[in-house]
Each structure stands twice: as C-alpha cells, then as structure tokens.
C-alpha cells in the first residue's frame, strides 16, 4: 500500500514477512537504476543479468552463474549454469569456481562419438562426485568420523575447525548449500542436456515466427511441495514422520535436493557437535 506519493510498501509475496518500504521511480531514472542493479553484458553469446540490490557487500544475494564456451574435439560446446546459494556464501563460491572445470574434464574424456546417455551420465555423475567431495573433505578432517568427534571437547573441535582457515572453508562450504541447475548445448547447437539439483528453472523458448514465444520448462522443481519428492523422501525415511515439518525438509530447508547442506545429509552427530 502507498504511504506517500513517492514511496510504497509491499510483502514481496511472502505474506508474513514485511512489509519494505520502497521508492517509486519514474522514467528515466527507472531504467538506470534497473541497468545499474542487473549489471547486464553478454558472455560467449548470452545475455546476462543478475540483481545484486543490497548496497552492503555483506548482505548481497547469493545468486550466481556461469557461461563458457569449451572447445572440444568434436567442437565447441556451450555450458550454461545458475547456482542458487542459501545460508551463505560458500558453497555458491565454490560450486561456481570449482564444478564447471570438473564438468569439462568430465566430457572431454567421454569417448566419441557421443551419445545422449553418455552425456547425461557425465552430468549426472560429476554434479554427485563434486558433493562427494565435500563430504570427503568434511571427513578428511576427522578420519575417525563419528568416533573421533564423540571423544572431542567442543574446544577441541572448535579449534580444529576455526583455528585452520583451509578447515573453517570446508566446514562452511558442508554447512551452506546451493541448487545447481546446468544447461549443455552441443556444437551442432541442436542438442540440449539440462540438469537440476533445486527448485531454479530452465525454460526454452521457441520463437514461433508471430512476434510470440512458446516456452517449454526443461527441468523439474526439487523441493517439498512437490508431491513426487515428497513421496521420495517419505519412502527412503520410513517411520520418520518429521523428515519433512511445514514444506522443509526436517523443518529446516525448503529445497529437497542441492549439493553442500551437509547438516540434513550427515548423521546427527556431525550436526551437534561440528557443525552447530
């Protein structure tokens, strides 16, 4: 509602939360400051944007992407990703930094000529070895796992943890979590793999000739109002009635897959005792 002819106020659609106070702005001050926030440009053929409006370095989004181009033996192949951080920023950082390299490496191994299964699997594979390797890197700092934080002082672990800095990063980047969503377009540009982990989107549109579009969604949406996943989770936790409390997962989480939210993956101990 409007408090005053240059300022309004909104609950951004959450309801309960709210209400901000926001600023009218009229052209052309309007498209500015729209350009300015989405700092737009175009990478190996894409156009990009992404809204960062907090002021404060500290507070911005978590949001991040990723466009390259790979030439490859059979080509050039384009790679296209979003990733969704959520409870800080360290795994955003280092999904970002760290997956689409694996990925490359991935496909550059696959034997050519490929197939589209071949291709799938290289997705399917890589995103689940790049969590996997967090977990290894969450392990590696206490080899004796469960047994070993058991017997641990919470000084102890605490100074194991915070007192190494290459530690504290692998605990965060466990801690925090963010949803991956990766598109791949082949070099004949007539092929397109898409893989998600989350409740972001892919959408392919279509330009029907009409000045419209049509618009396809490509992937599928991983969180617990999704009666499939819900379903999933209920049967890989039988007889654990709050493995999903009001639409989150344990109460916690909204989304039902991403890679890093270690704290709904691991034994409990790891929660109360490393990462709490």
Not at 75 to 83: C, L, T
């Amino acid at each position: 509602m409007a408090t005053d002819d240059n300022f309004g106020e909104t609950d951004l659609g959450w309801g309960d939360y709210g209400p901000w106070r926001y600023r009218k702005l009229a052209e052309p001050e309007l498209t500015f400051a729209l350009t300015r926030e989405a700092n737009p440009k175009t990478i190996a053929g894409v156009d990009c944007v992404t809204f960062q409006p907090a002021p404060n370095g500290a507070q911005l989004n978590q949001d991040r992407y990723a466009v390259e181009d790979w030439a490859l033996a059979d080509g050039v192949w384009k790679f296209v990703a979003v990733f969704d951080g959520h409870a800080g920023h360290a795994t955003a950082n280092h999904v970002v930094s760290t997956l689409p390299g694996l990925l490359k490496s991935a496909l550059t191994a696959v034997q050519s000529p490929t197939t589209p299964s071949s291709i799938s699997d290289v997705l399917s594979s890589t995103i689940s070895a790049y969590d996997d390797g967090l977990t290894k890197e969450l392990f590696n700092i206490f080899p004796g796992g469960v047994d070993e934080i058991s017997k641990l002082s919470d000084e102890d672990i605490g100074r194991i943890v915070n007192g190494d800095a290459a530690n504290s990063a692998k605990v965060a980047r466990c801690m925090q979590g963010s949803t991956v969503l990766i598109s791949l377009l082949d070099p004949s540009k007539e092929n397109v793999w898409v893989a998600s982990l989350g409740d972001c989107q892919a959408a392919l549109g279509r330009n029907t000739g009409t000045n419209s579009w049509d618009v396809s969604i490509l992937s599928a949406d991983h969180n617990a109002q999704e009666e499939s996943e819900i379903q999933r989770i209920r049967n890989e936790h039988p007889g654990e009635e709050e493995c999903l409390l009001r639409n989150r997962v344990l109460g916690g989480i909204a989304v039902t897959r991403a890679v890093g939210d270690h704290l709904f993956k691991l034994d409990q101990a790891w929660t109360t005792r490393v990462f709490f």
